[in-house]
């Protein structure tokens, strides 16, 4: 397969992934500016929102307020940041198209269907009352994305670069969403917070759809150390880093075995896939849960360039 | 006015034989069920995306070229006549282009005007003295046909350089197969998606001196970004083969390779579909991002082949066209069972004396235009438009022929009134490896306006799909 082909499938899930992401932090941003003070709900809850998306930068060149609308106009269609909404569903359909024939036709109708769609939206489907319709859509193509990839690709080179780009924009969103809010993670005497903390603990696990979830796995009440866990530790929990580092331990384990090479990028698999499979939230908090974080971020994105550079260039 | 046209059908009541069965199917179609097929057909279209971008024009960059569902029918006699004068014509075409890049026999005999060859844009030095596999220039050329009686097929014009179109020969049977598979078999057609095998097979066979083994082939298309860019997809996806861009490919040390997943490899045929000039930035246009640097050297080297070869456009020139008749006699010393249309080259004094006399019924055309841009049809053209374009031939004789304007043959198609006849042409294609094989049939472009000559898809022209019948 032809290097080019490769790299735009990788971008293309990576975009799509991304867009879903941004889209379920404005989701959970939304829903914490709704919440009385008392529960949680200030103004920094919008800067949060643009820490975890990693657009500080950005936003911040945009001069503005992070009030509600400012986060969501630059979160969903700032031509001047890339990781927009729109920019990602822009970049996709390009990656997309660029790679006609490697992508299936149903892969190529979510993502050319998403995209004219996209060109139809007006001014009032970004307003702070109405965006949540936009932000399902979102949700939506992507998961028909995700469903025309699992469904209909060859299980062959192609669908392993596709899951690549998933699983590691994945894994730097969950890692983002949770080193934004660790400070109320952190294990406390009493062991919960009040109201306060409740809900930041729920949003959290709602941003990644895993309020449920928790509950299944742990059968208890919120416990915030549980909550690392679930989005850290868990492979049965999908958007945790480790279920993400299974994929990616998978397909580039699927990939060596059927080229016959192996690179840094596989050392590197090998050495931070054991390290969550075999790694305790105990040990994770006598880090300290922001290092661990922040070393993770780094070390994942070291990861995808060594992607790159072995197999995309 | 042109005389009345030849209709390739003929009259309901008496028609030619070989549309019998189109015509009972006409006969018992209503233009509502007409209607409904014709939308079908442009949902399929629209759905597989195949579209096309009109460089000039603002509106949708991604626009349907009209398709008409009437068949254009060929009787398989005619057409066997037609496809033994198109290999005669184009292996007179490669020869005297293996020529013009070696010893210029043609010129030094006197055959033809040298600055006619020598000046010309698509003539490239860079070529000279290279040798190339099978000596083979062309390997798809599309030669346009048109038709004015039951048995005079003259040539219009020869695209030896990089004729694109025949993605939609090939679908446009695809729907039509969809549409109509019954008339399809009462008529007894004779099939045409056997092309990207033959085409495959084509590019295999003229591997370079080089290549051990299997040859590698590959597709070069300029990027997404161009108009064609469907079709090279779609005959890279038929063929199984890559479909590359100019940044996918590497040369080192004379060879040329793909980058791949698997690190680099070795391709021995590029089957190109970008221009000349873009090809080799080291070579060509030094500003060029779409091509492969480095590639002409390995071309030279004898360690790949590009299909079709650099400076076969040098016979695409309108006043070259005029010589080809006697191309046939210089190097096949057959004469020719293809006729050309009588034309004028401006660039002589009697040439452009008679043009500007008889402006009103003839076609001029640029030498080196294509795409039904830069000419003027003269009966068809206002008095201030002919003016205007009689400047334009005393400032630049040398840039024009005239043709008489001839009366392209009708079929007919379905249009807001009905069934009415409509002016075609016909490109087919043909492929020249170690042999020289065609499919039966082409591409049938309709003027979709009533009395349009302009059968170009840039200029609201259609396609037909084209029955050469078994036979």
């Given amino acids: ?313 | 006015m042109p005389p009345v046209a030849f209709d390739e059908m003929g009259p309901m009541e008496s028609c030619r034989p070989p549309y019998a069965r189109v015509r009972d199917w006409l006969a018992a179609t209503s233009p509502e069920a007409m209607e409904t097929r014709r939308r079908e057909a442009e949902f399929i279209f629209r759905r597989t995306g195949i579209t096309f971008a009109v460089y000039t024009e603002g509106g949708d960059p991604e626009r349907l070229i009209p398709f008409d569902v009437i068949p254009r029918v060929i009787d398989g006699a005619e057409w066997d006549a037609l496809s033994r004068g198109l290999a005669q014509r184009v292996k007179a075409l490669n020869a005297f282009i293996a020529d013009m890049y070696g010893a210029q026999e043609f010129l030094r005999a006197g055959r033809i005007p040298a600055e006619l060859v020598l000046r010309n844009p698509g003539f490239l030095a860079q070529m000279q003295g290279l040798s190339v596999a099978q000596d083979v220039y062309t390997h798809v050329a599309g030669i346009d046909v048109v038709r004015v009686s039951p048995d005079e097929f003259y040539v219009l014009e020869d695209n030896c350089r990089t004729p694109s179109g025949v993605s939609y020969m090939l679908e446009n049977r695809e729907v039509m197969t969809r549409l109509f598979p019954d008339l399809l078999t009462r008529c007894r057609v004779r099939p045409v998606s056997h092309y990207p095998d033959l085409l495959l097979d084509t590019l295999r066979s003229v591997a370079p001196r080089n290549c051990k083994g299997d040859p590698v082939v590959a597709l070069l298309t300029p990027g997404h970004f161009n108009s064609a860019y469907y079709e090279h997809s779609f005959l890279a996806d038929e063929m199984g083969i890559e479909l590359v861009e100019g940044v996918d490919l590497v040369v080192q040390d004379l060879v040329a390779y793909m980058r791949t997943t698997r690190g680099l490899k070795r391709v021995d045929v590029v089957y190109r579909r970008i221009d000349d000039a873009f090809l080799d930035p080291s070579c060509f246009r030094a500003d060029s991002v779409l091509g492969v640097p480095g590639i002409m050297d390995a071309y030279r080297a004898g360690n790949v082949t590009i299909a079709n070869a650099p400076g076969a456009g040098v016979s695409d020139d309108k006043a070259v066209y005029t010589f080809v008749p006697d191309m046939v006699r210089f190097y096949l010393g057959e004469e020719p069972l293809l006729r050309n249309v009588p034309t004028w080259r401006c660039s002589e004094k009697e040439g452009l004396a008679y043009a500007l006399d008889h402006l009103h019924e003839l076609v001029v055309k640029d030498v080196a235009g294509s795409g039904g841009y830069g000419m003027l049809v003269g009966p068809h053209a206002t008095v201030a438009e002919r003016a205007e374009f009689a400047a334009r031939l005393r400032a630049r004789p040398d840039g024009y022929i005239a043709q008489p304007t001839l009366a392209l043959s009708t079929c007919p198609t379905f249009v807001a009134s009905g069934v009415a006849p409509r002016h075609v042409d016909l490109r087919p294609y043909v492929l020249v490896g170690r042999e020289i094989r065609l499919v039966p049939g082409g591409l049938t472009r309709v003027a979709l306006r009533e009395g349009s000559l302009v059968v170009n898809s840039s200029q609201g022209g259609g396609t037909k799909d084209t029955w050469v019948l078994e036979g």
């Fill in chain 1, 1 to 313: 397969m032809l290097s080019r082909t490769a790299d735009n499938l990788f971008w293309l899930a990576r975009y799509i992934e991304r867009s879903e992401n941004v889209a379920r932090l404005l989701d959970v941003g939304l829903r914490m500016a709704s919440l009385s003070q008392e529960a949680g709900g200030d103004a920094m809850e919008w800067r949060s929102t643009i820490l975890a998306a990693g657009c500080e930068q950005s936003f911040a060149a945009t001069g503005r307020e992070p009030t509600a609308q400012a986060v969501i106009d630059h979160l969903t269609r700032d031509p001047a940041n890339p990781s927009s909404i729109l920019a990602c569903l822009e970049m996709a359909r390009r990656n997309a198209r660029a790679d006609r024939t490697g992508i299936t036709t149903d892969m190529w109708e979510a993502v050319n269907s998403a995209w004219l769609e996209a060109r139809q939206l007006r001014d009032e489907d970004f307003a702070v009352g109405n965006v949540r319709r936009l932000l399902e859509w979102v949700k939506e193509r992507s998961l028909r994305f995700g469903g025309a990839a699992m469904g209909t690709m060859l299980r062959n080179d192609a669908y392993w670069f596709t899951r690549l780009g998933m699983a590691i924009e994945r894994a730097d969103s969950t890692a983002r969403i949770l080193d934004v809010k660790y400070h109320v993670l952190l294990p406390r005497e009493s062991g919960v917070g009040g109201t306060r903390y409740y809900y930041q603990w729920t949003s959290i696990l709602r941003s990644v759809s895993a309020q449920r979830a928790y509950h299944w796995v742990y059968r208890d009440r919120l416990k915030p150390w549980l909550v690392a866990d679930l989005l850290i530790l868990r492979p049965e929990m999908p958007r945790s880093l480790v279920a993400c580092y299974d994929d990616l331990a998978r397909y580039l384990e699927a990939l060596a075995g059927a080229y016959g090479t192996r690179g840094e990028c596989h050392r590197l698999i090998g050495q931070m896939h054991a390290r969550l499979r075999y790694g305790r939230i105990e040990d994770v908090f006598r880090q300290g849960l922001h290092e661990y974080l922040t070393e993770f971020i780094e070390q994942n994105s070291v990861l995808g360039s060594e992607i790159s550079r072995h197999y995309l260039s």
